[in-house]
């Protein structure tokens, strides 16, 4: 029998490859169709179908007719098991490429794929860790032998692998904000490799831990060559948020601007307080900085936000053109915008903001059930 012929696995980063390439895929989704129509996977050259397990378990031939001829068909469910199955009746139906997705959409939702943005001096890069199951992004700066990561999600193996093979040592961890979408690993990752985490101090008042408060005037450098990251304070999705620009060049924007959309400031339950943050911090702080320098935010809300190679990132002066949250020139209008009819608030969101103050300490499985689902941080994200 051919490879072909059996049912064959395809790992997170097969997927994700695929999604970045615009490759041809179709998916045969067998979640709940409330939980498929919360989530599911996306991308240029997919095509997906939800048909419940539960509707296939007497057998696949509702099934077959649906399913393309000649295409790749990857068949989905949460945790795998599933998936196996349905793929297996697929395979003795007699179709052929049929894939399971290795790990479900757990392993779908914590997968990151890293993405080089740029070289940087003395042989330093900055990388983006996509994660594309969930929307966060989160960045390695590397330079002489050292690196900072920012807005670190909680599989911190990831990036302790990646420094590995880059022969560098992880030296800081950098939070932009405090997060209430997704589980920091900022402050564990830098625990265990013995870094500096920082974290703004507006945002820290409840934290239960150790922590640098990262603010204006503040560097914080990276490498013999001394990349600086300074610091930008950006408040209005938090009152703390706090951006970076890397290297003169590259700016970080955390969840306050996204190539897209732009940051909802309602997730303390402040959004009228933190809207006229908002609209200054883009309208006037940033307005003031160079047109030139490279937007790298630390989400996206739809796949048309990749670019080349799977990159998320776009000019400044490009977003001040586009972006339609920098388009509002009435400040009452710009208000009700971003505190109205806003897409739901992030899952367990109130418990993950928890979390990261360090009051809360979930189990891994309990961590995971907390973040599943797309991040919802953007104000136009539906």
Same mark, same amino acid.
């Given at each position: 029998m051919t490879a072909q012929e059996k049912l064959q696995a395809m790992t997170p980063h097969e997927l994700a490859q695929i999604v970045i390439r615009e490759e041809e895929l179709f998916i045969l989704d067998v979640r709940n169709q409330?939980?498929?129509?919360?989530?599911? $996977?996306?991308?240029k050259g997919i095509e997906i179908i939800n048909i419940p397990y539960f509707d296939l378990m007497d057998g696949v031939e509702s099934a077959l007719e649906k399913l393309p001829k000649g295409k790749k068909v990857l068949v989905v469910c949460a945790k795998e098991g599933s998936s196996i199955f349905v793929g297996e009746q697929l395979v003795e139906a007699g179709m052929r490429d049929v894939f399971y997705l290795q790990g479900g959409m757990k392993a779908w939702s914590e997968h990151l794929e890293p993405v080089k943005v740029a070289d940087l001096q003395d042989g330093g890069a900055i990388y983006q860790f996509v994660r594309l199951g969930k929307g966060c992004?989160?960045?390695?700066?590397?330079?002489?032998?050292? /690196?900072?990561?920012?807005?670190? /999600?909680?599989?911190?193996? /990831?990036?302790?692998?990646?420094?590995?093979?880059?022969?560098?040592?992880?030296?800081?961890t950098v939070d932009t904000h405090l997060h209430a979408d997704h589980i920091s690993g900022g402050k564990k990752l830098a625990d265990k490799t013995g870094a500096t985490y920082w974290l703004p101090e507006k945002d820290a008042t409840e934290v239960q831990f150790d922590y640098e408060a990262l603010a204006e005037g503040k560097e914080v450098t990276v490498g013999t060559t001394k990349i600086a990251m300074l610091p930008v304070y950006s408040p209005g999705h938090t009152i703390g948020s706090t951006s970076l620009i890397v290297d003169d060049t590259y700016f970080l924007t955390g969840d306050i601007l996204f190539v897209e959309s732009i940051g909802r400031p309602d997730l303390a339950g402040l959004a009228e307080d933190w809207a006229g943050d908002l609209r200054d911090t883009l309208y006037h702080r940033y307005k003031e900085l160079s047109s030139e320098l490279i937007v790298l935010?630390?989400?996206f809300g739809s796949i048309t936000e990749l670019g080349e190679g799977g990159l998320v990132s776009a000019r400044l002066g490009d977003l001040f053109a586009?972006?339609?949250?920098?388009?509002?020139?009435?400040?009452?209008?710009?208000?009700? $915008?971003?505190?109205?009819?806003?897409?739901p608030q992030p899952r367990s969101y109130q418990e993950i903001r928890q979390t990261n103050m360090g009051?809360?300490?979930?189990?891994?499985?309990e961590q995971r059930a907390m973040e599943i689902g797309p991040n919802r941080c953007a104000v136009h994200e539906s």
């Open positions: 409330s939980d498929f129509q919360e989530w599911k $996977i996306d991308g992004l989160s960045y390695m700066i590397l330079s002489g032998g050292e /690196a900072v990561i920012v807005d670190t /999600a909680r599989m911190t193996d /990831a990036y302790e692998m990646f420094a590995l093979a880059k022969h560098v040592t992880i030296t800081h935010p630390a989400h586009k972006n339609q949250g920098l388009q509002i020139t009435d400040e009452d209008e710009f208000r009700r $915008i971003v505190s109205e009819n806003l897409p009051k809360l300490s979930p189990n891994e499985e």
